[in-house]
């Protein structure tokens, strides 16, 4: 199974930048797609943005859409999230998951808090 960590969570002013990254070790065969999820406080979790390991096929949440940008390096096992222009709406803890043979793995969540 794999373990999957998240870091590069902070706080930032409005119109700022951040970017997430998220490390995968442990069995990594079988990861079909990772994404990033937030959840805010009193609020379900959602996706914000999701890539495909075959093919690279992405998709994003359209509130984040022109803002963020999601990539994957394969050979680091790791993937990332740029923000930028963020709104306090933004502010979320931010999970990163993989897909593994139709299983969902979860990390533990990294804070990002952006302030007005």
């Known amino acids: 199974q794999v373990q999957l960590v998240e870091s590069g969570g902070g706080l930032v002013q409005a119109g700022g930048s951040l970017g997430l990254s998220c490390a995968a070790s442990?069995?990594?065969?079988?990861?079909?797609?990772m994404g990033w999820y937030r959840q805010a406080p009193g609020k379900q979790r959602e996706l914000v943005a999701r890539?495909?390991?075959?093919?690279?096929?992405?998709n994003y949440q359209d509130s984040v859409k022109g803002r963020f940008t999601i990539s994957r390096d394969n050979a680091k096992n790791t993937m990332y999230l740029q923000m930028d222009s963020l709104k306090p709406e933004d502010t979320a803890i931010y999970f990163c998951?993989?897909?593994?043979?139709?299983?969902?793995?979860w990390g533990q969540g990294t804070q990002v808090t952006v302030s007005s």
């Open positions: 998951n993989a897909v593994q043979l139709g299983e969902l793995n």
């Open positions: 442990g069995t990594i065969f079988g990861i079909s797609a």
């Open positions: 890539i495909t390991t075959s093919g690279g096929r992405i």
